[in-house]
């Protein structure tokens, strides 16, 4: 079924999850363009013999050179952050939405055949009942969730207008080797840089929060899962079905680093939901998805690349 698509471009594709979906793309064949303005995503990610284009998705000239040729889009490319989207709703909701609809709209002159879009669990909030089905309330409680929603009607909206099939996927807390390292994402990430520095990790709220976290490997193989049925408007939750507390992970890597040290702790920050854990039914039985990595296998990995693409970097988180 792949080989209905001669060449996809990943917005976004040398960021953390976006060079993971390429690399996955390049492996089956599949001529692969990229675009990211390096604002996140680091050129060393780039895949082997992809076709780079360093531009924004807000430049539409960028967008039309990228698009050459291409019959499938994965787009990846976005701002990623609950908190800081209250800091920076216009630079959030400019690139999240505006970009997605940039995107969208050139993709579609270009007479691409299917676009997946990377969605989010903050369209959900903290009001649906877990785990969450795609059914859920949707009652973002940020600007980053509530943009994500939106782009999420625009991809409805305009994949009818253009003729061509488009899938949603709503990805839950992603995690792996090559993530980039903010304040703001990625806890397991922060946790292992911090215990680098021989500083403990910072824990908001009570630690007891529940998240959904899903390897990235498991997150590529979702897409490309996507890209082979199908799935018409189709929206699909893409995490493990389990739920860890935060304190369980600061317990893993304190056990794994064996500082002696305990959580520092500090109140929850404005837009996290308390609690988030996906219901992944509709994606075992459209996608035949299956998620096989475990933190616990996984954990070796991800501290090995911390140590070498972030180190002795600081987070301040």
Do not use: C, W
Not at 11 to 22: L, V
Not at 25 to 39: N, Q, R, Y
Not at 164 to 186: D, H, I, K
């Amino acid at each position: 079924m792949s080989q209905q698509y001669k060449k996809a471009l990943v917005t976004g594709g040398a960021g953390f999850i976006g060079s993971h979906i390429a690399r996955r793309l390049k492996a089956l064949g599949i001529e692969v363009a990229v675009i990211d303005d390096l604002s996140m995503g680091k050129a060393g990610n780039l895949t082997s013999g992809v076709e780079f284009h360093q531009a924004s998705i807000l430049d539409r000239n960028g967008l039309k050179k990228a698009l050459d040729g291409v019959d499938i889009v994965f787009h990846n490319a976005a701002r990623v952050s609950i908190r800081n989207s209250f800091d920076d709703i216009f630079g959030d909701t400019e690139t999240n939405v505006l970009g997605t609809v940039n995107v969208l709209r050139e993709a579609g002159k270009a007479g691409i055949k299917k676009f997946i879009f990377a969605s989010s669990m903050a369209v959900y909030g903290d009001r649906a009942r877990l785990p969450v089905t795609e059914e859920g309330v949707l009652e973002p409680i940020s600007p980053y969730g509530a943009g994500k929603l939106a782009a999420e009607m625009y991809v409805r909206q305009l994949s009818r207008y253009y003729g061509f099939e488009s899938v949603v996927l709503r990805y839950f807390n992603t995690y792996g080797p090559g993530q980039t390292l903010t304040p703001y994402v990625g806890v397991i990430t922060i946790f292992i840089n911090s215990l680098l520095q021989g500083r403990p990790p910072l824990v908001f709220g009570t630690g007891e929060q529940v998240r959904d976290f899903v390897y990235v490997g498991d997150v590529a193989e979702a897409n490309i899962l996507a890209m082979t049925r199908p799935l018409d408007g189709a929206i699909i939750n893409v995490g493990t079905g389990r739920g860890t507390s935060v304190n369980d992970i600061a317990a893993l890597l304190l056990n794994k680093f064996g500082a002696g040290l305990e959580p520092v702790r500090a109140p929850l920050p404005l837009g996290e939901p308390k609690d988030s854990g996906a219901d992944i039914t509709r994606a075992r039985r459209l996608l035949g998805y299956d998620p096989r990595t475990s933190i616990d296998q996984a954990i070796g990995e991800v501290i090995e690349s911390v140590k070498s693409t972030h180190a002795p970097q600081l987070a301040q988180a």
